[in-house]
């Protein structure tokens, strides 16, 4: 049983990137407006994410790591209209079988703290007492120490590091009122490092650079078609004065991390017909839907969404930015 076990959570955490994101996520979902990152070879070795969010109920910790049986579960018929992002109870649970974890929470109003860590889905021993100041810190070693094959593919940590850089700053530029940091062990500086800010544009260049930040134009669109479509859309795009070797598009739909490769590929389009010099954008856009029109029940390592009404939404959106950027180039 161990070893299905172990496979099934192989596939749900994937890479240390697919871990990290997990973790992001359960602290968003917790209210944190802190949140701190700490790798250290790639991710292999550790993973160590900090918040200051509502913490863990001490009542909870013995269930924490079991499959499907998380303190949402009571809520799990209405999966569709599920706004926090966890909704599948599995990835605490699966990075216990990949990897060795320890959680470190205290709720509001403790005392002290608990630490406790998880083999295989269970707990290894009583949670201890600790001290701790606010919210739930998690450390993942050793992730894949009984996947020999897995870490053989793993061998380039710099690669492993950069994807969870990207991720950091992608977070970073959605949620502006969450600090975050992201750092290599051993480095004197984090490599993200974003501060809580009203403006978006603020939080851009902080994570992305000016170069990036000052060639940027606002977009805003909207549907309120019910026979059609429903959905409100605001970004940032670049202008033609924004050269790249390659595109990066940053989407949000309904405050999830996501990739829509119809919608990437329909903008890289009007790109290269409105601004052929600067045809690999950076595109920073959030939608937002019904939630019953996203389709979120997909398979947990892939972050492709489908939506209802995909093709009225994509070319609302492509002739949105389409017009945006000619009138920029007049
Ligand atoms: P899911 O997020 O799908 O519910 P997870 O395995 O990711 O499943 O997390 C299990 C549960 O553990 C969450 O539902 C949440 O109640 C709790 N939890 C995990 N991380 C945190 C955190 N950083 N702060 C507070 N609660 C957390
Ligand atoms: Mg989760």
């Given at each position: 049983e161990s070893v299905v076990n172990r496979i099934a959570a192989g596939e749900v955490i994937q890479l240390p990137v697919s871990a990290v994101k997990e973790l992001v996520e359960n602290s968003?979902?917790?209210?944190?407006?802190?949140?701190?990152?700490?790798?250290?070879?790639?991710?292999?070795?550790?993973?160590?994410?900090?918040?200051?969010?509502?913490?863990?109920r001490y009542e909870d910790l013995p269930i924490l790591c079991e499959r499907h049986t998380t303190s949402k579960l009571s809520k799990y018929e209405d999966l569709q209209s599920i706004k926090?992002?966890?909704?599948?109870?599995?990835?605490?649970?699966?990075?216990?079988?990949?990897?060795?974890?320890?959680?470190?929470?205290?709720?509001?109003?403790?005392?002290?703290?608990?630490?406790?860590?998880?083999?295989?889905?269970?707990?290894?021993?009583?949670?201890?007492?600790?001290?701790?100041v606010k919210g739930t810190q998690i450390v993942i070693e050793n992730l894949f120490y009984n996947m020999v094959a897995r870490r053989k593919?793993?061998?380039?940590?710099?690669?492993?590091?950069?994807?969870?850089?990207?991720?950091?700053s992608r977070f970073a530029i959605h949620h502006i009122d969450v600090s975050f940091s992201c750092r290599k062990h051993g480095a004197a500086r984090a490599d993200v490092?974003?501060?809580?800010?009203?403006?978006?544009?603020?939080?851009?260049?902080?994570?992305?650079?000016?170069?990036?930040?000052?060639?940027?134009?606002?977009i805003e669109a909207s549907d309120n078609d019910p026979s059609s479509s429903v959905f409100e859309m605001d970004g940032f795009i670049s202008n033609s004065n924004y050269v790249a070797k390659k595109t990066t598009m940053v989407l949000f739909i309904?405050?999830?991390?996501?990739?829509?490769?119809?919608?990437?590929r329909a903008l890289e389009v009007v790109y290269v017909a409105t601004l052929p010099k600067a045809s690999k954008p950076f595109i920073y856009m959030s939608i937002t839907l019904p939630p019953e029109h996203v389709d979120v029940n997909v398979h947990p390592t892939k972050r492709e969404v489908s939506?209802?009404?995909q093709e009225v939404i994509v070319e609302k959106i492509q002739s949105v930015v389409e017009s945006v950027?000619?009138?920029s180039n007049e």
């Open positions: 968003l979902d917790a209210s944190s407006t802190s949140i701190s990152v700490l790798v250290k070879d790639g991710g292999l070795k550790l993973i160590q994410v900090s918040d200051d969010g509502h913490g863990i926090s992002m966890g909704f599948r109870g599995e990835a605490l649970a699966s990075m216990t079988y990949v990897g060795h974890v320890t959680v470190t929470t205290i709720t509001r109003g403790q005392l002290h703290g608990y630490r406790v860590s998880y083999r295989d889905g269970v707990m290894e021993n009583e949670p201890k007492a600790c001290a701790a593919t793993l061998q380039n940590s710099a690669d492993d590091y950069t994807k969870i850089v990207d991720l950091l490092h974003s501060v809580a800010t009203p403006s978006r544009l603020n939080a851009i260049r902080s994570v992305y650079g000016l170069s990036v930040a000052q060639n940027l134009i606002k309904n405050d999830r991390l996501v990739e829509c490769t119809a919608l990437k939506l209802l009404n950027l000619r009138n």
